[in-house]
């Protein structure tokens, strides 16, 4: 069965600093990696995915991941982020029969 | 384009009632969903299906049903509420034959048990 862990639970930031969320995945098959965003009061939204190809993706808003397969990682950065940033990030690994597994959730709080 | 759409909004039972939530979709996605969001403890799946018909439990099924008896909808039963159940409920679903497909998520259903 996959898993998915999110070291950073609750992450606290000035404006205009830069972030990284970590996650890393535990799954034998091929994955699919996925980032979602869920601003306060709203459902889960995409931020940005992985499948094949270039490790790095780039997703919405300035936001990108890398997903190092050696280290089973799937980390999301931003260069500097903005009070807007403010949300729950949860990354989330998909099998190819459709079933999700998300992390816990990491809730960043960005400081104007 | 609707997307995914969840009914009711809000939900107030008592202990032992039961009810039944709604979840239906427009985009014609073989997989459903149903996730339980509690703090700290991020999404878990409750149960989940790949088409109509077919239904398989998730993390935590025990205290609720579903069924699938159309690709548009499927219902999340509980069947004697308890306060554990107390939680946000998010319906979602997505094309299963392209893997990077991402879910699609309802806006929420947020039940008390009292």
């Known amino acids: 069965a996959q898993s998915v862990s999110q070291h950073n639970h609750h992450v606290i930031l000035s404006e205009a600093a830069s972030l990284e969320l970590g996650c890393n995945y535990s799954?034998?098959?091929?994955?699919?990696l996925f980032w979602y965003v869920q601003y306060p009061g709203q459902h889960l939204q995409l931020l940005l995915k992985?499948?094949?190809?270039?490790?790095l993706v780039k997703g919405i808003k300035g936001f990108e991941a890398e997903f190092i397969k050696s280290k089973f990682s799937f980390n999301l950065r931003k260069p500097s982020v903005q009070w807007s940033d403010t949300a729950e990030y949860f990354c989330a690994v998909k099998t190819n029969a459709g079933k999700s597994t998300f992390g816990d959730g990491t809730t960043l709080t960005v400081k104007p | 384009n609707a997307g995914v759409t969840q009914t009711p909004k809000f939900q107030v039972l008592k202990t032992g009632q039961s009810m039944t939530l709604q979840c239906a979709q427009d985009m014609n996605h073989e997989y459903m969903s149903w996730y339980r969001q509690d703090p700290g403890m991020g999404l878990r799946l409750i149960h989940y299906?790949?088409?109509?018909?077919?239904?398989d439990q998730g993390e935590v099924p025990n205290g609720y049903n579903v069924s699938r008896s159309t690709t548009e909808d499927f219902p999340l039963r509980l069947l004697s509420a308890a306060p554990s159940q107390t939680s946000v409920y998010f319906c979602a679903s997505s094309y299963i034959g392209t893997a990077e497909s991402p879910l699609h998520f309802g806006n929420g259903t947020r039940l008390t048990v009292t």
């Open positions: 992985y499948f094949s190809g270039d490790p």
């Open positions: 799954y034998g098959g091929t994955v699919n």
């Open positions: 299906s790949v088409g109509a018909g077919i239904t």
